[in-house]
Each structure stands twice: as structure tokens, then as C-alpha cells.
């Protein structure tokens, strides 16, 4: 079957301590996006990729850092320069750099930073 | 320029309407909406691109205001498994990116 897998599930950090989250899709999809999602909150663009070797920032990337040194994979690395990153992360992809497509998610990663 | 929706939270009894709106200060191209159950991944609904179009999805539909830069998802005869956070995002003219609302709580109660 085609989807999006996000590992771990649940993640635990200590403070200081840089932790990757990791991002793969088998759709052949182009773009693929990483948000950052909080209690109450909507999503959040961290960082987005349209197509392999190139990214761009999103409306949060400070602390954050991204590598897409393949189509299929895009892992977002969450730094210790990232003041509060408790969170829920997702991962998107669309068939098509662009946004006249459906984004289809991954069923996200829960960091929690003891 | 994040969009707003409105309202924040709604309860519906099975059977009943709703409507959530989504609005924006800026020219837009597009609305997308989504569906999120809790803790799991959000669900496509449907796009609506620049010039009114409206769609609709099984018992969900949705409209796109040019002028006014609104959208609308229009929830009818509710049932239980629609219960859960409704997001817009929004793509402006010439923008790049999609941007979320904050989310619509629907809960619809038996």
C-alpha cells in the first residue's frame, strides 16, 4: 500500500539534545512538508521541499533542520536550538511541487522534551 | 496572514447542520479543508479554487466567496463520525504556501 510512515510514534528528548524524525512516502510525490502542530493550535509550516537536493523555509525553521538527498525521504532534525519542542509533527507529500494539490499526511510523531 | 475561522468550537445533535467559515484579509486562489480526528493524522475534503466553485462530499459541501474571500464547509445531517477538528488552509493569489486556520471543533453528540 502507498502512504506516508513517520517513526518513532512517540519520542522522547532530553533538553539539549538534537533528535531526527524520520519521513518516507512510496506515492512518487515530489513536495513533500513538515508541521509543527500544538494543543489548540493549527499546523504550522516548518520546512517544505519541492523536489530532491532543494528546500525552503517555512514560517518556523529556526531550530530546525531538513536534508531531501532522496524523493522518498525527507527527515526533519529537531536542534537544541529549538526553545519549545514539545509537539506533534506531521509530514505531508503532493504528487506535484505546488499547492493545487491534496496534502496527504503522515500519521505524525508525538515529541515530548523531558 | 493566517485565515480565521469561525466558530472556535460547535456541538451538533446527530441530524443536525452546521457551518464553519473560513476568512482571510488577503486575495486568495484557493481554500483547502481538512479533517482531523484526535491525535491522528488530518484527512482531505476538498479544494476550492478562485472563482466560487462549490463541491460537495457525500453529506459535506463547501463554497468559495471571491469578494468576500470566505469559505464555507457546510456539514448536513450530522453524524457522529463527523465529530472532530475542521481546518482550512488557504493559498493566497501569487502566494507559495498554504497556510492553516487555528481549527473548528466539531463534536456531535447521539
Known amino acids: 500500500d502507498g502512504g506516508i510512515t513517520q517513526s518513532p510514534k512517540y519520542l522522547f528528548r532530553k533538553e539539549g539534545q538534537n533528535v531526527t524524525l524520520s519521513c518516507e512516502q512510496n506515492?512518487?510525490?515530489?513536495?513533500m512538508y513538515w508541521y509543527r502542530q500544538d494543543p489548540g493550535q493549527g499546523l504550522r509550516l516548518i520546512y517544505y521541499s519541492q523536489i530532491v537536493n532543494d528546500f525552503q523555509k517555512g514560517d518556523i525553521a529556526e531550530g530546525y533542520s531538513v536534508s531531501r538527498e532522496k524523493k522518498e525521504s525527507f527527515p526533519l532534525t529537531v536542534t537544541s536550538a529549538q526553545k519549545n519542542p514539545t509537539a506533534f509533527y506531521l509530514c505531508a507529500s503532493t504528487p506535484l511541487a505546488g499547492l493545487y494539490n491534496e496534502q496527504f499526511f503522515g500519521p505524525g510523531t508525538r515529541l515530548t522534551v523531558l | 496572514q493566517q485565515p480565521v475561522q469561525s466558530p472556535q468550537a460547535v456541538i451538533l445533535r446527530e441530524g443536525e447542520d452546521a457551518v464553519i467559515n473560513c476568512s482571510s484579509s488577503k486575495a486568495l486562489y484557493s481554500v483547502h479543508w481538512y479533517r482531523q480526528k484526535h491525535g491522528e493524522a488530518p484527512v482531505f475534503l476538498m479544494i476550492l479554487l478562485k472563482g466560487g466553485e462549490q463541491k460537495g462530499h457525500e453529506k459535506i459541501s463547501a463554497s468559495f466567496n471571491e469578494k468576500k474571500q470566505q469559505s464555507s464547509l457546510y456539514l448536513t445531517a450530522s453524524q457522529l463520525s463527523y465529530s472532530g477538528t475542521y481546518f482550512c488552509?488557504?493559498?493566497?493569489?501569487?502566494?507559495?504556501?498554504?497556510?492553516f486556520g487555528a481549527g473548528t471543533i466539531l463534536r456531535v453528540k447521539s
Open positions: 488552509g488557504t493559498v493566497m493569489e501569487y502566494g507559495n504556501k498554504l497556510v
Open positions: 506515492l512518487n510525490h515530489d513536495a
